[in-house]
């Protein structure tokens, strides 16, 4: 079992930052896929980040490329999201998730994604 812990959620004015953590803990594997995902009221799922940690490739959904960096901690235990330019549409519930590298890591969306979180908090407003 692989727990997954979200944090750093908070609100933030539009064009303002937050970083967010997730922390990872129990039985996992060497090869593994992260990702992180957010999620409106009412709105599906959405994959927004994923990285590949032995080899720290990444891929970045388009509504937040170019505003959001992923990145990963040498010893896998702890990843983050560093959102900047935050904008009203970027409200919403973020999880991260982890999974078997057999997904083809990075990859936004894949039903491997198995290790959940409960997510934490995020809204963009004034």
């Known amino acids: 079992q692989v727990e997954v812990v979200e944090s750093g959620g908070a609100q933030v004015g539009p064009g303002g930052s937050l970083k967010l953590t997730c922390s990872l803990s129990g039985d996992r594997r060497q090869r593994e896929c992260m990702g992180w995902f957010r999620q409106e009221p009412g709105k599906s799922r959405e994959g927004i980040a994923s990285?590949?940690?032995?080899?720290?490739?990444?891929v970045f959904a388009d509504s937040v490329k170019g505003r959001f960096t992923i990145s990963v901690a040498n010893d896998r235990t702890l990843m983050y999201i560093e959102m900047r330019d935050l904008r009203p549409e970027d409200t919403a519930m973020y999880y991260c998730?982890?999974?078997?590298?057999?997904?083809?890591?990075?990859?936004?969306?894949?039903?491997?994604?198995?290790?959940w979180g409960q997510g934490t908090s995020v809204t963009a407003s004034s």
């Open positions: 990285i590949y940690p032995g080899g720290r490739s990444t």
């Open positions: 998730s982890t999974g078997p590298h057999s997904m083809n890591c990075p990859v936004l969306e894949d039903p491997r994604y198995k290790n």
